[in-house]
T-cell receptor, first 115, second 115 residues
């Protein structure tokens, strides 16, 4: 099956700094990528939809200026958490779709801890 | 608006027994897809099974089967012959035709398989 990677898998940062998380589709071109956030013992919540070459579409309640998404190529989308605060500590998961079928492939996730 | 409901926060099941995880959904769309994912403690999302709204037969994948009752809007997952490695969080998810690839997840059910 298709492979989606995320980097880093785990990051600790200080409050007020920014953190960039990468999501790559390794063996297919992803026209659309999705970013989810998962707090401990909770479900995945969709944050935004990222389309290659266009602006991301954010879900209601997600601050676009805080969670910057860039989908510059068909294999890479990045999520930057700007001015991170402890409440941003979470598990961030991306998924990618080739757009040609219903299949969506999830990355392994990135665990962010803001101290 | 779409909604996915998993009413069982957690379940214990004995090894080799079958377990049914409940999932109900609500959508006004006629075309939609229903998915089940497994999330072990490592955090990765593992695809288990898919059921399309127009599929007349219940989906099966190895030890996993989906009991799809369209009129009742339920899509329960049945795991037969449980194994210790089945201990994980299980999520039901739905996507609808006007936003393929964009998943809405249920709250999840934590399954613990005991020897």
């Amino acid at each position: 099956g298709a492979v989606v990677s995320q980097h880093p898998s785990w990051v600790i940062c200080k409050s007020g700094t920014s953190v960039k998380i990468e999501c790559r589709s390794l063996d297919f071109q992803a026209t659309t990528m999705f970013w989810y956030r998962q707090f401990p013992k909770q479900s995945l919540m969709l944050m935004a939809t990222s389309n290659e070459g266009s602006k991301a579409t954010y879900e209601q309640g997600v601050e676009k200026d805080k969670f910057l998404i860039n989908h510059a190529s068909l294999t890479l989308s990045t999520l930057t958490v700007t001015s991170a605060h402890p409440e941003d500590s979470s598990f961030y998961i991306c998924s990618a779709s080739a757009g040609t079928s219903d299949e969506q492939y999830f990355g392994p996730g990135t665990r962010l801890t803001v101290t | 608006a779409q909604k996915i409901t998993q009413t069982q926060p957690g379940m214990f099941v004995q090894e080799k027994e079958a377990v049914t995880l409940d999932c109900t959904y609500d959508t006004s769309d006629q075309s939609y897809g229903l998915f089940w994912y497994k999330q072990p403690s490592s955090g990765e999302m593992i695809f288990l099974i898919y059921q399309g709204s127009y599929d007349e037969q219940n989906a099966t994948e190895g030890r996993y089967s989906l009991n799809f009752q369209k009129a009742r809007k339920s899509a329960n997952l049945v795991i037969s012959a449980s194994q210790l490695g089945d201990s994980a969080m299980y999520f039901c998810a739905m996507e609808v035709s006007d936003s393929w690839g964009k998943f809405q997840f249920g709250a999840g059910t934590q399954v613990v398989v005991t020897p």
